[in-house]
């Protein structure tokens, strides 16, 4: 395997990454339950464009790396207002430059991106912070949970933009039941810091392939409140 692994770089604070466009990447090494995805994300926000991960070609880069396979995670936009991230190596993927940004099982990445609302988890350090005053759009399930939209993406509606993303709820067909979607203005700093619980964030994606992170989901702390 050629691929370099390890949260050994810099730490990254990037302010002002509310509809900043980013890629990311997930390198699948082994087989069956013991298969791993190594996660790389956009090195620099200000060199990716929407139609970034056009460039990388997965099969021919699964090649290069000597891993199992390749999974190209594109067309995504982020609504934190802030990030603080340590991440490890930078590399260039067929042009597009990616830093280590943490690890997921391979099965859980792969039912993750398959299907909708379905909890899985991934190990990063990563603090994402939305400013009071700003929108957050919100699952919350009847048990407490809520999950806060981090990203979103037009592959399924072209329509979404941040000024639509309040329209979401009525779009969403195959809700579980007793969940609501809400959109609402902060009225302080909310931040989900994975330092706060042991390097794992949840995450889940509803049916527009909008992902959302947990705040309460089981154990996690990684919240400063529940919005």
Known sequence: MKLRIGMH?????IKNTRGKAFCGLGAFVGVGGTQRAHVYTA???DEITPESHTKIDPVRLARELEVD?????????????EQD?????IVDFHGVKMMYGGEMTGAEMMAQMKNAYLPSLIYRNSNWI???????????EPGGTVWVMQEYTKDIDPNLNLDTLDQVGRKLERLPQGWTY?????????????????GWAAIIRDELHCTYQ???YGADTSANYVP
């Not at 991230?85 to 190596?89: F, L, R, Y």
């Open 130 to 140: 939305w400013h009071a005053g700003t929108p957050v759009h919100l699952l919350r």
């Open 214 to 216: 947990g705040c309460g």
């Open 182 to 198: 809400e959109t609402k203005v902060l009225v302080r700093d909310l931040s989900l810091n994975t330092d706060r619980c042991d």
């Open 69 to 81: 396979m390749c999974a190209v995670n594109g067309g995504r936009i982020w609504l934190m207002d």
């Open 85 to 89: 991230v340590q991440g490890g190596d």
């Open 43 to 45: 090195a620099s926000l």
């Open 9 to 13: 770089g810099q730490r990254t604070h």
